[in-house]
């Protein structure tokens, strides 16, 4: 869950110049090193208000003229879902089904097409949706469905934290202006992969191959064949315990921190960390995921396009 954290914001060309900044949604004490920039420019967009709810990042929008309805932004999800409740009600056709990968095993679902999601102007058709069974239950009541990796493909998507606002871009007419840090894209299968850094306490950088998951709502979640490779809990300061949830069930995390995290030429410094102790929360070949509680100390543009995550530190 997300709560209330100070951020202090270096700039790396003159570390004497601090900003001191607040703010209710963040989840891990972090210095950030950048320079800062513009938003992009596009000929047609429209900002819509998003804001957090027990560690999702939400948002909403009508689905094929209904009232507004609220959806979870997650980049780690392969495709837009909704509720089983929502399909029934909106006498959605029902043309097959599918397995979803999760954190710790499967579900099936059914999927169903005819579903149009309208933005204050823009609207998303996708070639099919999915009801999970899952959706039924606990905190999932809070949100009606989840944009995966097919809303990250139709649009340019702006996420601004600091102003709680998402602006959709027309991919054809965005144009960037600003100095953020630009963070190429690779893509396994929908979901969107870093090259990045991480410092262990104590011990030497190692570079690696991260999933990009905004609906994680902390800073990294590490698989367990990386973490015992790398000796990673050896000065962790590992702390209790618990258990991640998600699709297919949980997996056994151990909660701990690291010296830094490294995208590009931005630093988050002390970012919290789980630590699998058995699975991992990515597919094979990556380390792990950086979420939201790492993401959300900047503005982020995900254009899937032109396989890039622009990042800019928060003012």
């Known amino acids: 869950m997300l709560g209330l954290s100070s951020v202090r914001v270096?700039?790396?060309?003159?570390?004497?110049?601090?900003?001191?900044?607040?703010?209710?949604f963040l989840v891990c004490c972090a210095?950030?090193?950048?320079?800062?920039?513009?938003?992009?420019?596009?000929?047609?967009m429209v900002a819509v208000p998003i804001k957090l709810h027990q560690g999702d990042l939400l948002v909403e929008a009508r689905v094929n003229a209904s009232n507004k309805l609220t959806f979870?932004?997650?980049?780690?999800?392969?495709?837009?879902?909704?509720?089983p409740k929502l399909a029934d009600s909106l006498h959605l056709e029902r043309i097959g089904g599918l397995t979803i990968d999760g954190i710790a095993?499967?579900?099936?679902?059914?999927?169903?097409?005819?579903?149009?999601?309208?933005?204050?102007?823009?609207?998303?058709?996708?070639?099919?949706?999915?009801?999970?069974?899952?959706?039924?239950q606990g905190k999932q009541r809070s949100r009606d469905g989840i944009f995966g990796a097919d809303f990250f493909?139709?649009?340019?998507?702006?996420?601004?934290?600091?102003?709680?606002?998402?602006?959709?871009?027309?991919?054809?007419?965005?144009?960037?202006s600003g100095k953020g840090e630009v963070i190429p894209l690779q893509f396994r299968r929908d979901t969107p992969i870093v090259e990045a850094v991480i410092r262990p306490l104590g011990q030497e950088p190692v570079t690696a191959r991260f999933e990009i998951d905004t609906g994680c709502d902390d800073c990294l979640c590490i698989g367990h064949d990386f973490v015992s490779a790398n000796r990673l809990l050896d000065g962790?300061?590992?702390?209790?315990?618990?258990?991640?949830?998600?699709?297919g069930g949980s997996a056994p995390i151990q909660h701990g921190m690291l010296d830094e995290l490294r995208l590009g030429q931005l630093v988050v410094k002390k970012p919290s960390a789980n630590f699998f102790l058995e699975g991992s929360p990515a597919s094979n070949g990556q380390a792990g995921h950086i979420g939201l509680g790492a993401l959300q100390h900047f503005k982020m543009i995900f254009d899937y396009g032109s396989r890039k995550l622009i990042l800019e530190p928060a003012e």
């Open 105 to 136: 095993g499967e579900e099936r679902a059914d999927t169903f097409r005819g579903a149009e999601f309208s933005f204050e102007g823009m609207t998303f058709r996708p070639r099919r949706i999915a009801a999970l069974p899952s959706e039924r």
């Open 72 to 83: 979870k932004l997650d980049t780690g999800f392969g495709i837009t879902t909704i509720s």
């Open 31 to 44: 210095t950030l090193t950048a320079a800062s920039g513009q938003a992009g420019t596009s000929t047609a």
């Open 153 to 176: 493909r139709r649009f340019i998507v702006e996420i601004d934290m600091p102003a709680r606002r998402m602006r959709l871009h027309e991919p054809g007419g965005f144009t960037y």
């Open 10 to 24: 270096v700039l790396r060309n003159n570390s004497k110049h601090l900003f001191h900044l607040s703010a209710a």
């Open 236 to 247: 962790a300061k590992p702390r209790t315990e618990s258990a991640r949830r998600g699709v």
